[in-house]
C-alpha cells in the first residue's frame, strides 16, 4: 500500500505541474509553488508514516503539517490577489446557480460592489494561515543554527 500511495503523490505532482505551468506566468508560478509545497508535505508525511522512528517521525510529521499549512496560506494569499486586483468576485461563485454560503457571500459583496475588498480579506486570511508555518520555519533555522551544550 506504501507503494500505491507513493505512486498516486508522483502521479499528481506530474499532472498537477503540467497543468499548472502549460503557460509561464506570474499567479501560475505562484500557485505552482503553493501545489509543489502541498506535494511536498504529502511526500515528508507518507516518508515519516512508512520508514521514520519516533523521534524522527515526530519531527517529519510537524514538517510536513507545517508544509501543508504553508501551501494552504499561499495558495489562499494567491486566490485573494486575484480577486482584489480583478476587482471581481467571479473565481469564488461556483456554478449558475450557486447554493454555497461562499458562492451566496460572494454574490452579495458583488452587488454591493466590494469584490476588491473580498480579495484584501483573503489575502489576510491567507497570510494568517501561513504565518505559524513561517515562524515555525524560522525557529527551526535559528535552532539549528545554535550550538548545544552538554547539558542538552
Known sequence: MRWFFLASISLLAAAGNAAIFESISVSRTIGGV??????LSLA???RASYFSANQAKKRLLVFGHATLML?????IFLIGTNLALANSCESVIFGTKPHG????FAIHLQRLG???ELGFGVVIFGLFMAYPSVRLFIGMTHRSGEPHSAVD
Open 34 to 39: 503553493a501545489f509543489n509545497l502541498f506535494i
Open 44 to 46: 515528508v508525511v507518507w
Open 71 to 75: 501551501a494552504t496560506g499561499v495558495g
Open 101 to 104: 454560503l461562499l458562492s451566496q
Open 114 to 116: 466590494y469584490c476588491r
